[in-house]
């Protein structure tokens, strides 16, 4: 069935008075991205008036997707257990799970769960959180910049995501990947390809190096000192365990103030830094929104905020869906008919064939429909009858049975006591000088088509033989 998802998202990351827009267009399974628009907001060139203009044209025409971050800063991410091995049953119990977890009532809240899970008797789920008021906000300042984006991904996992899709885990391996904004940071923790949690800060690029010289004392030792309390936090053992740190965002390209930070930072990680620094986090956004069967995936526009387009295109394909499903129904009731209509025919043929047949045998029977069997059953028992005298005469002669019978018993030295031989019917007594002679006799009378009882056998007597009796019928 036609996906009707379109193929282009144009996503948008808005920070300050500055904006990247990333057009990505999704072929053959692949993502194929071209920066539209990078650059302050109030461009005189009108470059990212002209980036949204197209966006808001092919996303109307249902064309395109558009796709901005809520910030980590905004939002919340908890990782729940439900004490269930069912999903469904997981699924009833996880808003109490997570309105516990929640510094303010969950009915004020958007939110979303994200890869549930079984895990040893148990589901695990990613729950995703934001006040309705801070997502409303987020979308104003969004408007305000003239973009209107149909999903409002969260940055973090947008962020780890396309660490993930850059370079790929190592399984067992911790992973922290430091978002570096200009003016905030993220810092995201994993496992392997699995994400664990998300952390933000005020501190930036503007904060850190503005100019892009090494960073000051003050800013940054609180910028370490507070990443290294939760790495110690979530990484206790973070001598002895092997740690891959990944910078990206527009800091992973400023070589130098990496440098100058890692040496504030544990010695015993692997630090690397991911490349297109600054359309990283446009691009995971793309990404995801391209590919929603990929965990974990997230849009806080749902319910009372979803987005007049997304609904739009929600609708269009549920009705292709509905038409899709139509379609298969009728074509599964013409092929039900036709083959209906198969058997039916094939039905006629054999009962045709099997009325030629009972009339072969009864010719001059009047033969009704569902009676071809006993009507060919009684005509060949009829026939069986007349043709009794002829197969006797040219049988096997009850002379010639009695001579082979006799012939036999001479041979294994029994002596024939009595005997009667009926076409149907033969009963024989004897006497033997050894228990199991009187077998020979049974073979010749089975070869006549006789079915015999066993011998009826008694221990020898005075005389020293063993006396038997068989009978059968045919």
């Given amino acids: 069935m036609r996906n009707d998802r379109p193929d282009v998202c144009y996503a948008f990351d808005l920070t300050g008075d500055a904006a990247v827009v990333v057009r990505a267009v999704r072929r053959r399974r692949r993502i194929h991205n071209e920066v539209v628009w990078e650059g302050p907001l109030d461009d005189p060139g009108k470059g990212f008036a002209q980036a949204v203009a197209g966006a808001l044209f092919e996303a109307r025409a249902g064309r395109a997707l558009t796709v901005a971050a809520m910030p980590a800063a905004q939002s919340i991410i908890r990782q729940l257990t439900a004490p269930f091995p069912s999903i469904s049953k997981a699924r009833k119990v996880l808003p109490a799970l997570l309105d516990i977890q929640l510094p303010f009532p969950l009915e004020t809240c958007v939110y979303q769960f994200c890869m549930p899970m079984r895990d040893n008797h148990q589901v695990k789920a990613l729950a995703v959180v934001a006040q309705a008021a801070a997502l409303q906000s ?57 994400f664990e949690s998300a952390h933000s800060g005020q501190a930036g690029l503007d904060k850190l190096a503005s100019d892009g010289s090494a960073p000051s004392g003050d800013a940054k030792n609180s910028f370490t000192g507070r990443v290294q309390r939760v790495l110690r936090a979530h990484i206790p053992d973070l001598e002895n365990t092997a740690v891959a740190w990944f910078w990206a965002g527009p800091g992973a390209d400023r070589q130098a103030l990496c440098k100058e930070l890692e040496n504030e930072l544990p010695a015993a990680i692997t630090y690397r830094a991911h490349t297109h620094g600054a359309t990283f986090l446009a691009n995971g956004l793309a990404d995801r929104a391209l590919h929603p069967e990929r965990e974990p995936t997230c849009d806080l526009r749902t319910g009372a905020m979803t987005h007049p387009l997304s609904q739009r295109l929600a609708q269009k394909t549920a009705r292709r869906m509905a038409l899709g499903y139509l379609a298969l129904g009728a074509l599964i009731i013409a092929v039900n008919t036709g083959w209906l209509q198969f058997l039916g025919s094939r039905t006629r043929q054999a009962g045709n064939y099997v009325r030629e047949l009972a009339q072969s045998v009864a010719p001059k029977a009047n033969i009704q429909y569902g009676q071809e069997l006993l009507v060919a059953q009684r005509a060949y028992e009829k026939d069986q009858e007349s043709l009794q005298p002829f197969l006797r005469a040219f049988g096997v002669s009850a002379s010639r049975q009695i001579k082979e019978i006799l012939d036999t018993a001479r041979r294994h030295g029994i002596q024939i006591e009595g005997l009667t031989l009926r076409d149907d019917y033969v009963s024989l007594q004897g006497a033997s000088a050894q228990w199991t002679d009187c077998d020979a006799i049974l073979e010749v009378l089975a070869q006549w088509g006789f079915s015999t009882q066993p011998p009826v056998r008694k221990d020898a007597g005075p005389d020293e033989k063993v006396h038997f009796s068989i009978e059968g019928t045919r």
């Fill in 138 to 194: 987020r979308i104003d300042d969004c408007a305000s910049a003239g973009v209107d984006p149909m999903r409002m991904d969260h940055e973090a996992l947008a962020i780890w995501s396309q660490s993930i899709a850059e370079t790929a885990p190592v399984p067992g391996e911790r992973r922290v990947v430091l978002y570096l904004a200009r003016d905030h940071h993220v810092m995201v923790i994993g496992r392997g390809a699995s």
